[in-house]
């Protein structure tokens, strides 16, 4: 498993349960504190304990857990980078979900060794979507429910999102987007923030 969705699991544990909690995940599954390197890659075996240990531990089902650390990649504060380059998918919503198939295209720019599942959309007509995901990797739909929902938050869209049980084809995600204004959602803007130039002085 690539490095990035370990340490995203670890930064998740960390940021929203503290060090305590990871210390004793890390210790459970027999590495360092310090934890995973962005771009190392480790065995599925590992990776497999660590969200085993980190799920009971927090006391809570896989499929929640890993939904989410799919919320936490959009919502929190030292995850922007993750946000930005999903709010560039589009204005809208809409827009956004049906950029989804590219999505795993324009991540592998970035970290050309990551391997994202295939993401295939289909419907739209009345705001009803569904979203294969393929791969060998089912636990995948878990994240992206959890993404999806915060970016559906992020939009100010109000949707009702459902995870079918996998099928030979791969899991699926059943989208009913209700209301594509609902609220007034999170500002977004195209040009990086910077720091606010110092004031001349007198």
């Not at 500002?187 to 004031?199: D, G, I, V, Y």
Request: proline letters at 5%; a negative charge.
């Amino acid at each position: 498993m690539h490095g990035l969705v370990n340490k995203s699991i670890q930064c998740f544990v960390q940021d929203n349960y503290g060090q305590v909690v990871w210390i004793e995940i890390a210790r459970q599954i027999g590495i360092e504190v310090s934890g995973f390197e962005s771009m190392l890659t480790y065995e599925d075996a590992l990776t497999n304990a660590l969200i085993e240990a980190a799920s009971c531990l927090l006391d809570k089902p896989e499929d929640m857990f890993l939904e989410d650390v799919g919320t936490y990649l959009v919502s929190h504060p030292n995850t922007e980078a993750i946000r930005r380059l999903l709010r560039f998918g589009g204005q809208t919503f809409s827009e956004f979900l049906l950029s989804l198939d590219d999505l795993p295209d324009r991540v592998r720019l970035a970290v050309p060794d990551l391997l994202l599942p295939n993401l295939e959309l289909l419907g739209g007509e009345d705001g009803q979507f569904e979203l294969r995901v393929g791969g060998p990797e089912p636990r995948y739909a878990c994240v992206l429910v959890g993404i999806l929902r915060a970016m559906a938050d992020d939009f100010g869209a109000l949707a009702f999102l459902e995870q079918e049980s996998t099928t030979g084809n791969g899991p699926t995600i059943r989208i009913s987007l209700l209301d594509s204004a609902f609220s007034e959602g999170r500002s977004f803007s195209l040009a990086r923030p910077t720091a606010n130039a110092p004031e001349p002085q007198a």
